[in-house]
């Protein structure tokens, strides 16, 4: 399937819009991840509990300000969880495997940074799929 200019813009404007919810909501993970750091948590510990907080932060932002939502509240709370708990799962993989780098180890924050966007595509489609039901502009 061939986009049209039109449809390319509305993608990218979309895409840019998510993309500024993300970093909002990767800030809520990144303040929480430095406070649970400074609580003597291991640097995977503290990665698998602060990506929850910015994931619910980020459906606020995705509900209010980038998706129309063509399924009933619930369902899209729960497969969106469900896209999430897909990312959280790719995100502590990485980050796990990242920690074993002794560069990347010692710089983890640029770590974080790496794995956000690595799954950052993946969270987009999924979540705009959940949200609308399509992955491209169809109209």
């Known amino acids: 399937m061939k986009l049209s200019l039109s449809q390319l813009k509305k993608l990218f404007i979309l895409k840019a819009k998510y993309a500024t919810a993300s970093a909002t909501a990767t800030a809520v993970d990144y303040i929480l991840y430095f406070i649970l750091l400074q609580f003597g948590l291991q640097k995977t510990l503290a990665n698998f509990i602060s990506y929850p907080f910015g994931v619910v932060f980020n459906f606020m932002l995705q509900k209010k300000y980038i ?68 992955f491209i502009e169809t109209d």
């Open 67 to 134: 998706f129309s939502m063509k399924r009933g509240l619930r369902k899209t709370f729960v497969l969106a969880m469900l896209v999430s708990a897909g990312g959280w799962a790719m995100n502590a993989t990485i980050f796990s495997f990242f920690m074993k780098i002794p560069f990347l180890n010692e710089y983890h924050w640029f770590a974080k940074i790496l794995v956000n966007a690595i799954i950052f595509f993946y969270n987009f489609y999924g979540k705009r799929y959940v949200f609308e039901k399509r």
